[in-house]
């Protein structure tokens, strides 16, 4: 199984580009997210979404879109990069709790995305 | 608001033992969760406490006490390929997964 698989593993951007962050996932999982990582801090999660059609806002997502046209694919734009995006993003997928809810908390990672915005 | 405290690093001895600590303050508790994170990669799942007590799995065990807000997680002989950050994340009334900083593990021979 390929599990969680994210791409590009690296990209440079020049400030005002846009660019598309792939994430695709083979579990059938219902929960799928995007978190940024920076040095210091912990995980932030920029979007996620329950289910295909569903997207939601997270703690930082600003200049950020998503959506979830089927169940495997959750790509992540970035409208017009900035240098604070400068950063490694994660997919992450996981089950929803039975009866509801977002994740089980035990999520499944890709393998990141190192961007540099210049 | 929601916070999550663990050391940022430590520093422990090839074959020893090492305790890593996890306070946290959130709203509300669905568990708490352990990753694994070594340098370049992407963080794995590790362990899951929801009940007070000890969970073991191998080499590696977790400890929660939700009256105290507060968990650990131990390391036992400990070897070189140890060396990584360990993340501290807890799962809110939400479903909604809040996480430490993480603690970078050194170890050395």
């Known amino acids: 199984n390929a599990g969680v698989t994210q791409t590009p593993k690296f990209q440079v951007l020049k400030t005002g580009q846009s660019m598309t962050l792939q994430c695709a996932q083979d579990?059938?999982?219902?929960?799928m997210s995007w978190y940024r990582q920076d040095p210091g801090m912990g995980l932030r999660l920029i979007h996620y979404s329950v289910g295909a059609g569903i997207t939601d806002q997270g703690e930082v997502p600003n200049g950020y879109n998503v959506s979830r046209s089927t169940t495997e694919d959750f790509p992540l734009r970035l409208l017009s990069a900035a240098p604070s995006q400068t950063s490694v993003y994660f997919c992450?997928?996981?089950?929803?709790?039975?009866?509801?809810?977002?994740?089980?908390?035990?999520?499944?990672f890709g393998e990141g995305s190192r961007l540099t915005v210049l | 608001g929601q916070n999550i405290d663990q050391p940022t690093e430590m520093t422990a001895t090839e074959g020893a033992i090492v305790q890593i600590n996890c306070t946290y303050q959130t709203s509300g508790f669905n568990g708490l969760f352990w990753y694994q994170q070594h340098a370049g990669e992407a963080p794995t799942f590790l362990s899951y406490?929801?009940l007070d007590g000890l969970e073991e799995k191998g080499r590696f065990s977790s400890f929660l006490s939700r009256s105290k807000g507060y968990s650990y997680l131990l390391l036992k002989e400990l070897q070189m390929k140890d060396s990584a950050s360990y993340l501290c994340?807890?799962?809110?009334?939400?479903?909604?997964?809040?996480w430490g900083a993480g603690t970078k593990l050194i170890i050395k021979p």
């Open positions: 994340a807890v799962l809110d009334s939400n479903y909604q997964l809040i």
């Open positions: 406490n929801v």
């Open positions: 579990m059938n999982h219902e929960y």
């Open positions: 992450a997928s996981s089950y929803s709790p039975q009866g509801g809810g977002r994740t089980t908390g035990e999520l499944f």
